[in-house]
């Protein structure tokens, strides 16, 4: 394993009585595919939002190559190289893909713009937009308003936006989300391809399990807050503690159907 770039220690999220977030320990390696799985309420959001500073941590601490965060804000992390999936709704539908994006690259930038100055900073953006769109397979929609884009395109276009201002950490949150499933193996090489070939560390919410076993290097699995088991693809598809709480799952609204019917 790599150098570790981001790591959870001991991590807790409490919602009044409820533990989201049960004491979770983690270490992403640099340059690694590493997703987290689980089922549904398992604290995957919540932990992801505690990684991107969304969320401050009941206790815990979160640090990015070494160096303690936790009580980092969510927009200095950004600075930082800590790049959290944009929604849909952060896309300006209006706008062209270029000028989402450019405004993605511009609004994570340090400079204070100087009137003279800032025709220069635009070429930049608008040549760094160019080429993050390039990486997504969006060259032939550059003018295109966002809004007229299919949802694929438009997970494209987040991706873009994600990608503009160079983070060297990227969380996913379930990007192949409310995809048709033809157009999920293009975004899955895209994702792939920009780990590769960027050299970026990435971290995946995923519920698609093709996809999940497919291009990771390690896999977490949450449940009811806690990691239950971590692991290379296979040694987690092996793991029985795993099967048990996807069958489990399985078993239960077996048994409410049943229960319906009896
Ligand atoms: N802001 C909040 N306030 C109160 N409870 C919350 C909040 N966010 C999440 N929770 C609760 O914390 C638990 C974990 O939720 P979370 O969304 O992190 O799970 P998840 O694994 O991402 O689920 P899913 O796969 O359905 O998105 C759930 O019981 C949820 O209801």
Known sequence: MGDVILQAVNLRKE??????VADVSLDVAAGSMHSIIGPNGAGKTTFFNLLSGRYKP???????????ITLVPLYKRIHMGIGRSFQITNIFPNLTVLENVRLAAQATSDHTFNFWRRAAHFDHFIERALVVLDMVSLSEQIHTPATLLPHGGKRKLELAMLLAPDPSVLLLDEPTAGMASEQVPELIEIINSVRQREGKTIVMIEHNMNVVMGISDRISVMNQGEVLAEGTPSEIAANRTVQEVYLG???????????GHG
């Open 58 to 68: 009941t206790r815990g601490s979160v640090y990015f190559k070494g160096e303690d």
């Open 15 to 20: 919602f009044g009585g409820l533990i989201a």
């Open 249 to 259: 799952e399985l078993y239960g609204s077996v048994e409410e159907m049943a229960g």
